[in-house]
């Protein structure tokens, strides 16, 4: 993998191909990658996201009702952002998702992110963190005062990831990802 210091360079995975089961009750026709979020499908957010911070070329792994994902979005988002798709016929898991895509990949970095999560940070601070420590690889962290909910991330002093913990009513403060 070559070393970029320039986001333009690198290229974004969007994990869009879940089943939605949790909000199914409330989006039941399409895929919740698409649900209405202030009259605009919520990837929308993701992707001008990923245009403010430069990046020019996105994969979408889709799976569940991809073919509307394809539809509503077209080969290049609005903001010049090109797009690539990686249909999953069957569900392989979040692994399984960037593993049917890598015949899209090319040899830039890869910035992988969950289509149904956003968060408000600077990618650009970000991936100057990440080359600053010269990680292979780097996780988005957010602070939690609950981490019920959600995955809890273990670090090591250095701030390395030891250990993931499933989700645990009684889990407390940590770090999610």
Request: with cysteine; hydrophobic share 40%.
């Amino acid at each position: 993998m070559k070393r970029v210091r320039n986001l333009s360079e690198i290229t974004a995975v969007i994990l869009a191909g879940g089943l939605g089961t949790r909000l199914r009750s409330k989006v039941s026709d399409r895929p919740k990658v698409l649900a209405e979020v202030q009259g605009r499908p919520f990837i929308t957010y993701l992707l001008d996201q990923l245009w403010r911070s430069g990046i020019k070329k996105t994969i979408l792994c889709i799976g569940y009702l991809g073919d509307q994902v394809r539809s509503v979005l077209g080969e290049t988002y609005g903001k010049g952002i090109s797009l690539a798709y990686s249909q999953e016929k069957e569900p392989f898991g979040t692994a399984g998702a960037i593993r049917l895509a890598f015949p899209l990949f090319d040899s830039n970095p890869l910035l992988v992110m969950n289509g149904d999560s956003f968060c408000k940070t600077s990618l650009e601070a970000f991936w100057a963190w990440h080359l600053d420590r010269k990680a292979k690889a780097t996780i988005l962290l957010t602070e939690m005062s609950d981490t019920q909910h959600y995955g809890q991330v273990d670090l090591d002093s250095n701030g390395r990831v030891i250990h993931f913990s499933e989700k645990d009513p009684l889990k407390g403060p940590g770090w999610i990802n």
